[in-house]
């Protein structure tokens, strides 16, 4: 089996400032991905990346960046922080891009003051 | 584009009752569908999921689904709920041929009542 990990667990940031959320996988995974989850509203695919250095834009990426530099890691940056917000952050990975499982991370939890 | 809908935000059930969480999706071609469920402060972890064959799928602890085409619909089921069940339960949408792209239901929180 394999774990993936998500720091910080939680974070508060201030309006404007730019903010990153880390995400390790130890499953030799080639696939990650960002979602952000919001109470009520599900997961929305935010970026996603099939490959070391490759990037794709999911349905969220606006305002959002994220840097896939080596295979086991990829992070997400938000790029300017939005006074009030509140969301869960979820990485995942899957083996390729076929009809693989994808697993998630246990996520962190964003508050802006 | 594909979508899903899960009608019932918050669904209270007693322990020993039986269990159907709805799920309806919006997919032109052939859905691979699935169910997850995400405990308290945990990730999403899978449930079953449905590739097209046999309409009723087995999951974990007790759980299965099933497929209706007829009526664009993948219902989730237990025949006795457990205290250990009460989460947050997502159905979701893969169109065939995509990267793995997901789509989710906005969820449904089970609570279980002694």
């Known amino acids: 089996g394999g774990i993936i990990t998500q720091t910080p667990k939680f974070l508060i940031g201030q309006e404007g400032q730019k903010l990153t959320l880390k995400c390790q996988q130890n499953?030799?995974?080639?696939?990650m991905y960002w979602y952000r989850q919001d109470s009520g509203k599900g997961l929305r695919l935010i970026y996603y990346?099939?490959?070391?250095?490759?990037?794709q834009k999911g349905d969220l990426s606006e305002g959002y960046d994220a840097s896939r530099e080596k295979k086991s890691s990829f992070s997400l940056t938000v790029t300017s922080a939005q006074k009030n917000e509140m969301a869960v952050f979820l990485c995942a990975s899957s083996m390729g891009t076929g009809d693989t499982e994808v697993f998630f991370g246990k996520g962190t939890r964003l508050t802006v003051v | 584009a594909q979508s899903v809908t899960q009608p019932d935000a918050r669904v209270t059930v007693s322990e020993g009752a039986s269990l159907q969480l709805r799920c309806k999706y919006s997919?032109?071609?052939?859905?691979?569908l699935f169910w997850y469920v995400q405990y308290p402060r945990q990730g999403l972890q899978l449930l079953l999921k449905?590739?097209?064959?046999?309409?009723v799928v087995q999951g974990v602890n007790g759980f299965e689904a099933e497929f209706s085409k007829s009526n664009s619909s993948f219902h989730l089921r237990k025949a006795s709920v457990h205290w250990s069940d009460w989460a947050v339960y997502f159905c979701?949408?893969?169109?065939?041929?995509?990267?793995?792209?997901?789509?989710f239901g906005a969820g449904t929180r089970l609570a279980v009542c002694p």
């Open positions: 997919y032109f071609g052939t859905p691979y």
């Open positions: 499953f030799n995974h080639d696939t």
């Open positions: 449905y590739y097209p064959g046999d309409p």
């Open positions: 979701a949408v893969r169109v065939s041929g995509s990267f793995n792209k997901l789509t």
């Open positions: 990346s099939i490959t070391e250095n490759d990037l």
